[in-house]
């Protein structure tokens, strides 16, 4: 059974440009959920969808977006990208609320 | 507030030791607990999940132990090898997002282990 897999897994942008990052979950698993996670910060909950669905939101500011499809892939969209929003990226899949967790490689994003 | 707290930050031990993880929560009322590994820059591997009604889980060489009246959590490693030295992140799903309709962790800032030669 293949795992979580996260595209690109390394981007490198300029400030004020915009990037899309994708995530197919595990077949199956209809949430999915996105991390930022940053030396200073950690881990940090982004946002989660279900069924197309956005159930929560973490507190992030109106530049980050996403969207999940029929098939349950997902992405996340970053506008106007800022020197702080450069982090490695998580997605993770699960059946449904509360299971267990599973989390792709990652997308390292770096904004220069 | 929800708040998840990992200690130590780092930890150094000798192969072969046995050692232990801990992870402590402000809000008992969890849903579960999920342990992960992460290895340097690298995405999460799942170690093992604890359900609130249970008191611990096992496989292998861990071992996870919860006890939510006090807030907290402790991860096994028996007989230590170098392939175990990666940073551990425990993950709290509170009931309170849970009961929301929603799906979200809360994560501790881990603690880093080396196990040395």
């Known amino acids: 059974k293949a795992g979580v897999t996260q595209t690109p897994r390394y981007l490198i942008k300029t400030r004020g440009q915009q990037v899309t990052l994708s995530c197919s979950p595990i077949?199956?698993?209809?949430?999915v959920s996105w991390y930022q996670q940053t030396p200073g910060q950690g881990l940090q909950f982004l946002f989660e969808y279900f069924s197309e669905t956005q159930r929560n939101k973490g507190n992030f500011p109106g530049r980050f977006s996403g969207r999940q499809f029929s098939n349950s892939r997902s992405e996340m969209n970053v506008s106007t990208l800022e020197l702080g929003d450069s982090a490695l990226y998580l997605c993770?899949?699960?059946?449904?609320?509360?299971?267990?967790?599973?989390f792709g490689q990652g997308t390292r994003l770096t904004v220069v | 507030k929800q708040e998840v707290t990992q200690i130590p930050a780092a930890l150094s031990v000798p192969e072969g030791e046995n050692l232990v993880l801990n992870c402590s929560f402000t809000d008992s009322a969890i849903y579960n607990l999920q342990w992960f590994r992460q290895d340097p820059g690298k995405g999460l591997t799942s170690l093992l999940l604890i359900q609130s009604s249970q008191r611990e889980q096992t496989s292998g060489r861990l071992n996870a132990s919860l006890d939510k009246s006090s807030g907290r959590s402790t991860l096994y490693i028996a007989a230590s090898q170098p392939g175990d030295s990666a940073t551990y992140l425990c993950a709290v799903s509170f009931e309170r997002t849970i009961t929301g309709g929603g799906n979200k962790l809360t994560f501790g800032t881990g603690t880093q282990l080396k196990v040395e030669l």
């Open positions: 993770a899949s699960s059946i449904n609320q509360g299971r267990a967790a599973f």
């Open positions: 077949s199956g698993h209809r949430s």
